[in-house]
């Protein structure tokens, strides 16, 4: 158990010890859920008078949405940082490593927890500076469990894209799909204001469970009827694209 978290942890400082030697790279997910949050809200700032809004204003809804932008950013970056190390050879010599491959997926994508921090604390500065008002500790820290949460099951399924491309090419498909995961959600407007079509593609999203509990705090007060969805929908996306990744990972050079 030691050696496998002195993997881990090793793993994990090599990933963040990346923002600080290439920080152009990592400046885009950073920023983007911000100008998102300023953007939205300056051209979309009235719809939160219209009736069915939970939300008295809309920078208070659209807040939840781009912690979640970049929690989905932040795990496709973990896969294109892989892929840019399979092609290099580098992950090739870390296989032939005595650690259990379990422990080295851990490592490779327990970066992503922890680098999902970045933008979500510039985001909140921001929002607050703005004048968004301070959804509660509880709250907040819900929202940090839901957003490392999103950020490592996006990080699992960019492992299993990188792991079958091989190639920083395929970084557009890991990006896309966390990216429509988000927006195809409850993200610009509540459920029954949502076009039918999109309505019924919100209402089975798993991520739409997680986007509500996030948003519990900036648009009212917490409930448990609102929480146990967004874990259970973390949980599950955890299960099941960790398992896709762990059974992917036992594969490389079998």
């Known amino acids: 158990m030691r050696a496998s978290l002195s993997v881990i942890r090793a793993l994990v400082v ?8 290439v920080p152009g790279a990592a400046l885009p997910g950073v920023l983007a859920p911000t100008i998102f949050l300023i953007g939205m809200s300056g051209v979309f700032g009235e719809a939160a008078r219209l009736p069915g809004f939970d ?12 912690l979640l932008q970049g929690a989905a950013f932040t795990g496709a970056a973990t896969g294109v940082n892989l892929a840019r190390d399979i092609e290099r050879g580098w992950f090739d ?3 032939v490593c005595p650690a259990p491959r379990t422990t080295i997926l851990l490592g490779i994508v327990a970066s992503a927890a922890l680098r999902a921090l970045l933008p979500a604390t510039f985001l909140l500065v921001v929002a607050f500076a703005l ?8 709250a907040l820290a819900l929202d940090v469990v839901l957003v490392m949460g999103l950020a490592t099951a996006v990080a699992f399924y960019s492992v299993l894209v990188a792991l079958r491309f091989r190639t920083q090419q395929a970084a557009p498909l890991m990006q896309a799909v966390g990216f429509i995961a988000v927006l195809f959600t409850t993200a610009y407007a509540p459920k029954e204001l949502l076009a039918g079509w999109l309505r019924a593609i919100a209402t089975v999203n798993p991520v ?3 986007l509500e509990g996030v ?6 007060g917490v409930t448990w009827g609102d929480t146990w969805p967004a874990l259970l929908a973390v949980f599950g996306l955890l ?3 960790g398992g896709l990744a762990t059974r992917r990972l036992g594969r490389v050079g079998v």
């Open 55 to 66: 939300a008295t204003d809309f920078r208070t809804f659209v807040v939840p949405v781009g």
């Open 14 to 21: 090599r990933a963040l010890n990346e923002i600080t030697r």
């Open 239 to 241: 299960a099941v694209l």
């Open 208 to 210: 739409t469970f997680v």
């Open 131 to 138: 004048g968004t008002d301070f959804p509660g500790v509880g």
């Open 93 to 95: 010599r870390l296989m």
């Open 215 to 220: 948003r519990q705090g900036f648009t009212g």
